[in-house]
């Protein structure tokens, strides 16, 4: 019986390695397909219902792929990042409902305001590790959401910014459900196709040094500060592009939105999908 069973095992274990295998040899064809899939689905799909959740899955997957840069590839562990989030999403809806900048303009704004905070966070948790660490970024994202919550003659307290305006182009509105499927796709995408480009260079074989054994890497000569900081930015930044695309699907901003149960959230996607993979979150 013993024989039996562990042949089984052996069996199901090599049916396993083949198909990974095949996966492996063949990833081009299935990033492809995959991506032909994302493009085709609200085109089958048209319920306005369904359009929506496809929506909000592809902001918590850019969000995740975001947190997945700094807890999975540099190990360290950030349990705040609905803060990203926060900055992200307010920087936009400040500036576009008082000056009216336009959302592709404010893109790259909100992802630079939030990989600054990442970095002005980053500085003095440089020496922090595990639940230190957790404990002073989970305290950061709380100060920002009290701050959203405080400073009322900007962030409106808790009553929120409502009427942020959609993405437009040439005066053209784009705020169709699938109008909204379509950016936030590109910007997954983008991400993914960016993070991949870092993790295969020199500063991604840094990160996952300092992931593997932080003490080796410095002796080896990686600058364990410099790489840890600019992996907090990185992060950081994407979780601001997602508030940011996030402020103008919802229209309508609160600081409760981005509280310590988001980042939980969040959290949640990148263990359960597989930290320090590409796709897993």
């Excluded at 019986?1 to 095949?22: C, P, V």
């Excluded at 899955?57 to 840069?69: C, G, K, M």
């Excluded at 003659?153 to 040439?170: L, R, Y």
């Excluded at 103008?248 to 310590?260: H, K, T």
Aim: proline share 2%; glycine share 10%; hydrophobic share 50%.
């Amino acid at each position: 019986m013993k024989k039996t069973k562990e042949a089984t095992l052996a069996n199901g274990q090599s049916r396993t390695d083949k198909i990974i295998g095949f996966i492996t040899a063949h990833k081009i064809w299935f990033i492809i397909l995959a991506i032909a899939a994302a493009i085709l689905l609200p085109v089958i799909v048209t319920s306005s219902y369904y359009r929506a959740i496809f929506i909000k899955t592809l902001i918590y997957a850019l969000l995740a792929s975001s947190l997945n840069a700094i807890n999975g590839y540099s190990g360290q562990f950030n349990i705040g990042h609905a803060g990203f989030y926060c900055i992200g999403a307010y920087t936009y809806a400040i500036i576009a409902t008082r000056w009216g900048v336009n959302f592709f303009v404010m893109l790259p704004v909100a992802g630079i305001a939030a990989g600054l905070a990442g970095y002005i966070i980053s500085l003095p948790t440089l020496r922090l590790k595990g639940m230190y660490l957790a404990m002073v970024t989970m305290g950061a994202g709380e100060v920002i959401r009290l701050i959203a919550i405080s400073w009322r003659s900007v962030t409106k307290g808790n009553n929120g910014i409502s009427a942020i305006p959609a993405p437009s182009i040439f005066g053209y509105k784009l705020s169709s459900l699938l109008n909204y499927y379509y950016i936030i796709l590109v910007l997954l995408i983008i991400m993914l196709f960016l993070t991949y480009r870092v993790i295969n260079s020199r500063i991604g074989r840094a990160w996952m040094s300092i992931r593997e054994d932080q003490n080796a890497s410095a002796f080896l000569g990686v600058e364990i500060k410099r790489y840890k900081s600019n992996n907090f930015v990185y992060g950081a930044f994407w979780a601001g592009i997602a508030g940011c695309f996030a402020a103008a699907f919802f229209q309508y901003i609160q600081p409760e939105l981005f509280n310590f149960t988001r980042s939980t959230e969040i959290l949640s996607m990148v263990i359960l999908g597989g930290q320090g993979t590409l796709v897993g979150p």
